[in-house]
């Protein structure tokens, strides 16, 4: 059974009103990035990193999935899917989409730096009055976010994802500048069939690694690519072999 792999960043939730940092100069909603998001001095800045992420938190609870996260939940009931995103936000799982890989973490999650131990706090904001439900430590908790110059161990997934891919198989990316993700060496490890949905070409993804390209918002694409889909994973049976 032939396979797609989804691939998804910014552009994907933009249209739900979720901004990130890349729009605009370094900033994320007015902090700078390197103060909100670095794993070298996220205890440094502990107050900061945690009303940064309190507030995106309670923002994400009044965003709505749109018509592209729709769309790839669709396309995961009807075939084969591996979907990665570099959000944090779990506006493909509201969709409908299930087993998302969140290459950089997930907003609704904090996890403990001393113990390792994960939990769902949902939308509500962090306090220093719940500590880590498994170790207590309160100096511990943070938000379960891929900060600068931290592992990221389901790197690997996307690599093994994209080497995966025959030449039946479709990947569809959306939404990516290609700034932290090296696109143009997953495009060049796969054998898949591929499309690219950017609002505008990136400097950092040569176009033509591409089997067609889509320079729109990823809800005006959303059917077009769908149509593509349809045609590379389901042959017309008279046309087979
Ligand atoms: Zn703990």
């Not at 009103?17 to 902090?31: I, S, Y």
């Not at 969709?95 to 509500?124: K, Q, S």
């Not at 090296?182 to 796969?190: C, K, R, V």
């Amino acid at each position: 059974m032939p396979k797609l792999v989804i691939l998804s960043g910014a552009g994907l939730s933009a249209e739900s009103g979720l901004r990130t940092f890349r729009d605009q100069n370094g900033l994320w909603e007015n902090h700078s990035v390197n103060a909100v998001c670095n794993g070298a001095t996220w205890r440094a800045n502990f107050g900061l990193v945690h009303q940064f992420y309190n507030e995106r938190r309670t923002q994400l609870a009044t965003a709505t999935p749109n018509a592209a996260h729709r769309q790839i939940a669709d396309w995961q009931r009807r075939y084969k899917t591996v979907i990665l995103t570099q959000n944090v936000d779990d506006l493909l799982e509201r969709a409908g989409c299930r087993d998302v890989i969140h290459l950089h973490g997930f907003l609704p999650e904090m996890t403990c730096a001393a113990c390792g131990h994960t939990w769902n706090i949902g939308y509500r904001a962090w306090k220093k009055e719940a500590p880590c439900p498994r170790c207590q430590s309160v100096r511990d908790a943070r938000p379960r976010i891929v900060f600068f110059g931290e592992p990221a161990p389901a790197y690997r997934l996307l690599w093994e994802s994209f080497a995966a891919l025959t030449s039946r198989d479709v990947a569809v990316i959306i939404g990516t500048s290609g700034v932290v993700l090296p696109i143009t060496e997953l495009a060049l490890q796969s054998r898949g069939y591929k499309i690219l949905n950017n609002l505008a070409p990136e400097p950092a993804i040569p176009g033509h690694l591409f089997d067609e390209v889509f320079y729109q918002p990823a809800t005006q694409a959303a059917g077009e690519i769908d149509r593509l889909v349809r045609k590379r994973l389901e042959p017309s049976p008279g046309l087979a072999g």
